[in-house]
């Protein structure tokens, strides 16, 4: 059932970092937006522990990842792609995403909050949240693609860490900061909408903006995943060696 390339999911623990199990198997990562298992941020943590702060049992969440066969529209295979490859990817998938969709979700966010708060006094903090996201993003795509990113190709080419103002260790971190408020901003539209759920009185603008925030959330997971648990550490284990 498996591709003969893709490793066997039986391979996977409870001591396996979630990261490391998306890395192995893309089409995984369904499973875990699923269950609520944060595997970009998270990454580096055990399945075991995550699973058990969301109230699961690490064995079911095992026995779900074996019986998940990949899906029709696969993920891509970051983990075969060349650093450069991996760089342009996520600038022309991710990075064009969150640009054309950002300032839609903002705009329908404000929208909503103006009309429909009375009723609901979170969407106000929602549409505030929403700006704060956007804002954010926006500084951190240009940071990746401006400096980052520029790094990243270059060490793959061969030039010493450190080139160029420290090592790619430092902008690293940050951005794995940045992730992390990220990530942070989108569990926090998640709580304040009762995980994107339209209440029976919500409008059509109301309901297009949880699809397109539930839809956001899902994107920025692989989209960090990409980067945290694949992108970073190739890059550094690179430059270790230049
Ligand atoms: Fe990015
Ligand atoms: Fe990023």
Redesign the pocket.
Known sequence: MNPASAPETSSFTPETPVGAIVAARPALARVFEKLGIDYCCGGKRPLAELARARGLDPATVLAMLDATVPAGVAEVDAAAMTLAELADH?ERTHHEYVKAELPRLVEMADRVARKHAWRDARLKEVAETVTILANEMFS??AK?ERILFPFVRQIEAGAPDGFHCGSIANPIRQ?ED??EF?GRAVARLRALTDGFRPDAEACNTHRALLGGLEEFEADLHR??HK??NVLFPRALERAARN
């Open positions: 996520i951190h795509m990746e951005m940045e992730h990220a989209h960090m980067e945290n």
